[in-house]
């Protein structure tokens, strides 16, 4: 829906141009300033009211408009997220046997050194991949580019301690471990933006939820009763379509 300033402007708009296309006999004066003018010819008045309406119809067709997050909203990004962490463990162990491969030996014969270059090669495919999926990858200069590493770094929770950690322990259990760790830390974060709704947003949810949950819509007040509700109706879908199975 578009904003009620928006269909005002283009209301008074649409007006004023049928008021010149239809060339009323009005003098436009300029007494005010102290100087006057005639009205505008036939010619003229139609044009420029022409031009008005059409700025009313750019308003409203092409206008800003209000987007309203819903619960379909929601749903959606919860889907991208499962998506993104479904692909993040898959790139994370592609990432690590490609690093093995490229050895030439298995991971029992690695020395340190080996080790910790396979270990980031790994996180640079996991970084390289939230990137891609924030649409951020390969984006910013020199500093830029550092300043997005140490982000991932930051995000996902990974510490000096948990490279070497997992360098010492260069298997699938201690690979399955790491990752498991970063991509908990990375749900949380991209859970939190998904979530980013305002006033307008909650208001919109609320009558939603009042409707899926027989709840009153005026207490949802918060991004937390959203949340709260948002979780409540998941667990009850879900319910509802395990009974389905048993149904006849």
Avoid: C
Wanted: no cysteine.
């Amino acid at each position: 829906m578009k904003p009620k300033r928006v269909l005002i402007a283009s209301f008074v708009l649409i007006i004023a141009g049928l008021f010149f296309m239809l060339n009323f006999e009005g003098n436009i004066t300029g007494a005010a300033v102290g100087a006057s003018t005639t009205a505008l010819n036939p010619a003229s008045s139609i044009l420029f009211g022409f031009f008005l309406i059409w700025i009313a119809g750019i308003l409203l067709i092409g206008g800003v408009e209000e987007k309203v997050v819903n619960i379909k909203k929601l749903k959606e990004r919860e889907k991208q997220i499962r998506e993104f962490t479904a692909d993040h463990d898959y790139v994370a162990t592609k990432a690590y046997i490609k690093a093995i491969e490229a050895t030439g030996k298995k991971p029992r014969e690695l020395k340190e050194k080996e080790r910790l270059k396979v270990v980031e090669e790994i996180y640079e495919a996991k970084k390289d991949d939230y990137l891609s999926f924030l649409d951020l990858k390969g984006k910013g200069n020199y500093w830029g580019q550092q300043s997005l590493r140490t982000m991932y770094y930051q995000t996902s929770g990974t510490t000096p301690e948990d490279l070497g950690e997992l360098a010492e322990n260069l298997t699938s259990e201690g690979l399955a471990k790491s990752t498991k760790k970063s991509t908990a830390n990375l749900i949380e974060r991209l859970k939190g933006y998904m979530f980013s709704i305002k006033e307008k947003d909650i208001e919109a949810l609320g009558k939603e939820f009042s409707k899926k949950l027989g709840i009153s819509p005026g207490e949802v007040k918060t991004r937390e009763n959203v949340i709260e509700l948002y979780n409540l109706l998941a667990g009850q879908e879900e319910l509802e379509s395990k009974k389905k199975k048993y149904k006849k």
